[in-house]
């Protein structure tokens, strides 16, 4: 081997170096980013990194968590879901509804408390309606997602202020007499000194991962989400699996709303104003792509721990509210940014005859979707 050759050799591993290094910063910016925080907090205030106050901002990470998830399973899908917000203030006004009392007056003018096991059902219930016909909207009527998800934004919320007209519903701690007490122990009570809503989080979270990674459904998922129309082609049931991400995110965002009502032991109608768009941070935060196909839970949960852990940390040094804003508005266009590096020249790209072509490592070979394939006739 010549002195140039070795040269050349050694200059490229250099390079090939350089780039993994730089590969591995950039696909593991979430998990930097929450160690920055938590390491500069923990220097302005010697009351962040304590056991306490961990547990207490995981508590509040886990609403933004849960809308997340079920946000992650829509944008795998290449949509997005702007009701989530108005899914977690309603599904706390159904809780808070049927907490104090459902008036029937064919049983003779009595008042029945359900209990509070029937109370969660029945608000999961609703999130996950709240889904379904925002999967209908998109997958049957083929309305962009954007504009399906925005218009039932406006009729949840509104559904929410007729019911309380435009009240709260305070003191759901409920009346043993009345048997509707336990409520508030989704918000308060903790198990091996964890808090329920962390315990929630982490199920949820493992059971969707494990939904994702080592089902038929989750590779249908990346597959429609990568390329819908080839999907289609290789027997993916594309529409059922629009429909039922959304109905999941409805549901997240109500198991989240429940959570939210139980630690604030009242149900405001308002509640999760603009939470749709944090759980969109979440997820970009944690490397997905908004285009659909990339992106996996373990990410989305760090995008909702910086986001958490940022709010919380800049409450507890003094930051005003209004600068508050600034510096998560800051972090979300940092992250977008560092999204379009990462996918740069793996986008889609329109192919001649109206298609979808995708770059050659997306080509490389048959999507595997786990599912019979359709052969197709050219004629």
């Excluded at 979808?356 to 050219?378: F, I, K, L, N, Y």
């Amino acid at each position: 081997m010549t002195p140039s050759s070795e040269a050349r050799q050694s200059n490229g591993t250099a390079a090939s170096s350089r780039f993994d290094i730089g590969k591995i910063l950039l696909e593991g910016r979430a998990f930097l980013a929450l160690i920055v925080i938590i390491v500069v907090f923990s220097i302005l205030s010697p009351n962040y990194l304590t056991t306490n106050n961990l547990l207490t901002m995981a508590s509040h990470v886990a609403v933004y968590a849960l809308l997340a998830i079920g946000m992650l399973l829509v944008i795998l899908n290449g949509g997005i879901d702007l009701t989530v917000g108005s899914t977690l203030g309603l599904s706390g006004i159904i809780a808070g509804f049927l907490m104090k009392g459902v008036h029937v007056g064919f049983l003779g003018d009595k008042t029945l408390f359900p209990a509070v096991w029937v109370v969660v059902i029945l608000a999961i219930a609703v999130g996950a309606v709240i889904g379904l016909v925002n999967g209908v909207l998109v997958s049957r009527f083929k309305v962009a997602p954007f504009v399906a998800t925005l218009g039932m934004l406006y009729v949840v919320r509104g559904i929410a202020l007729l019911m309380t007209n435009g009240l709260t519903y305070n003191n759901l701690d409920g009346d043993p007499a009345l048997g509707n007490t336990g409520f508030n122990w989704l918000g308060f009570n903790r198990i091996a000194n964890v808090p329920i809503g962390v315990v929630v989080m982490v199920v949820v979270a493992v059971v969707v991962s494990v939904l994702l990674h080592r089902s038929v459904f989750g590779r249908w998922l990346y597959a429609s989400g990568g390329n819908e129309r080839a999907a289609e082609l290789s027997g993916v049931p594309v529409r059922r699996v629009k429909v039922w991400v959304y109905v999941a995110s409805g549901a997240c965002a109500a198991i989240a709303g429940l959570i939210l009502s139980s630690e604030l032991t009242s149900a405001s109608p308002t509640a999760g104003t603009s939470y749709e768009l944090t759980a969109i941070a979440a997820v970009v935060i944690g490397g997905a792509a908004l285009t659909g196909g990339r992106g996996n839970v373990r990410g989305t949960l760090l995008g909702g721990f910086v986001i958490g852990f940022l709010s919380d940390g800049l409450v507890i040094v003094g930051v005003s509210a209004y600068w508050q804003t600034v510096f998560t508005g800051a972090v979300i266009i940092f992250a977008v940014l560092l999204n379009a590096i990462q996918y740069r020249g793996r986008r889609k790209t329109p192919a001649a005859g109206g298609g979808d072509a995708q770059t050659p490592e997306r080509q490389s070979g048959p999507v595997d979707t786990g599912a019979p394939r359709t052969e197709t006739a050219s004629g």
